[in-house]
């Protein structure tokens, strides 16, 4: 079982990103997968929750602005981000609830 992130890069506040989840060795729509981010020197933190009949839970610093959802043909999930603000400057991973494995993330800067 393998995740793979990408879709990261730098951006200016206020504006928008999408990342990519790629799952390899399961069925991500079958699973409960989760967002989480991380600033060097900070604890992991959680962003969102995607849930196997669609159901969706996020942080309260990201609600509203972000939106997870998935492409089962591709057995990819996304992480929809808009209205960006440095304060989202961060890596971001995601994983399958229950694994103790993160992937290698990728990086989400917002700075002007």
């Known amino acids: 079982v393998q995740f793979v992130e990408s879709g990261g890069g730098l951006v200016q506040p206020g504006g928008s990103l999408r990342l990519s989840c790629t799952g390899s060795?399961?069925?991500?729509?079958?699973?409960?997968m989760t967002w989480h981010r991380q600033v060097p020197g900070k604890a992991r933190e959680w962003v969102a929750t995607?849930?196997?009949?669609?159901?969706?839970f996020y942080a309260d610093s990201v609600k509203g602005r972000f939106t997870v959802s998935r492409d089962e043909a591709k057995n990819t999930m996304y992480l929809a981000m808009d209205s960006l603000q440095p304060e989202d400057t961060a890596v971001y991973y995601c994983?399958?609830?229950?694994?103790?494995?993160w992937g290698q993330g990728t990086q989400v800067t917002v700075s002007s």
């Open positions: 995607l849930f196997p009949g669609g159901a969706t």
């Open positions: 060795g399961v069925p991500i729509d079958a699973e409960i």
């Open positions: 994983q399958q609830h229950g694994s103790t494995a």
